[in-house]
């Protein structure tokens, strides 16, 4: 074998692994759980009823888990996405009667006066 066809062999091997490599990728995916939608309730809504759809009403006491978000105490709630209606009754009075569309990995924020 000569040196030129050697050259020739070690010139096509080098090119068809650029080419391989040029061809291939990578990829990679990283996926957040969207599957669920949420009502956010904001404001004064303690010792409030939170009625979701035709739910029972939720009494909204202490217990209930909240959290902090922008300054604000916040309570969170799954809902079904789609067209929900949130009624918060403070002392039997109707506060808050409103008819959301909520998608997957939404939130929607509920201001209780």
């Known amino acids: 074998m000569s040196k030129s066809n050697s050259l020739k062999g070690i010139v096509f091997v080098l090119f068809s692994f650029l080419m391989l490599g040029c061809t291939s990728s990578y990829e990679s995916v990283t996926q957040v759980d969207d599957t669920k939608a949420f009502i956010l309730l904001t404001g004064n809504f303690e010792n409030a009823s939170l009625q979701i759809n035709t739910n029972s009403p939720i009494t909204l006491t202490d217990s209930i ?28 009075a109707l506060v808050v009667n409103r008819k959301l569309y909520v998608t997957n990995g939404n939130s929607f924020e509920v201001n209780v006066q």
């Open 65 to 92: 888990e909240t959290f902090m978000l922008d300054g604000k105490k916040v309570a969170k709630f799954e809902v079904t996405a789609g067209t929900n209606t949130v009624k918060v009754f403070k002392n039997g």
